[in-house]
């Protein structure tokens, strides 16, 4: 048997056997779903479009992301009171069960708010977005 007969029935075995397991399987079908699932292309013409085709449509999409960032915003600030409830009950039992590292988790939690604070009023800024209002460009 040549090289090439073995290494075919070696690799349609392995195949063979991801495949029964129902968890590759449906991995699989949904990366396949998602690749072959696109409908729509959407192109712009080049004939004589100039420039304005382009545009357009970097306006529309920095449009778009204005419309989401005062969402994401709410949601760092969400995730960071998320954070300092459960940070608090975590120092709380630590305090309790008198553990050593109360400190350091005091600190990693403050700085996960600060950080997650931080992040939420810079990211308008970072997209150039003020009052809802796109400033940059």
Do not use: W
């Not at 991995?27 to 409908?39: D, E, H, I, K, R």
């Not at 969402?71 to 069960?97: D, F, Q, R, W």
């Not at 600060?114 to 940059?136: K, N, R």
Request: glycine share 8%.
């Amino acid at each position: 048997m040549n090289f090439k007969n073995r290494f075919t029935r070696t690799v349609n075995t392995m195949c063979n056997k991801m495949m029964e397991c129902r968890v590759v399987r449906c991995c699989v079908m949904a990366v396949l779903s998602m690749v072959l699932g696109v409908t729509h292309a959407f192109a712009q013409a080049a004939g004589g479009a100039g420039y304005e085709a382009g545009k357009n449509a970097i306006s529309e999409a920095s449009e778009q992301i204005a419309q989401y960032v005062p969402i994401a915003t709410k949601l760092c600030y969400a995730i960071a009171g998320v954070v300092a409830i459960v940070g608090a009950i975590s120092v709380y039992v630590k305090m309790n069960n008198e553990e050593q590292d109360v400190k350091k988790s005091i600190m990693m939690i403050i700085g996960a708010c600060v950080f997650l604070i931080a992040a939420a009023q810079a990211l308008p800024l970072f997209f150039g977005i003020e009052d809802g209002v796109i400033t940059g460009f």
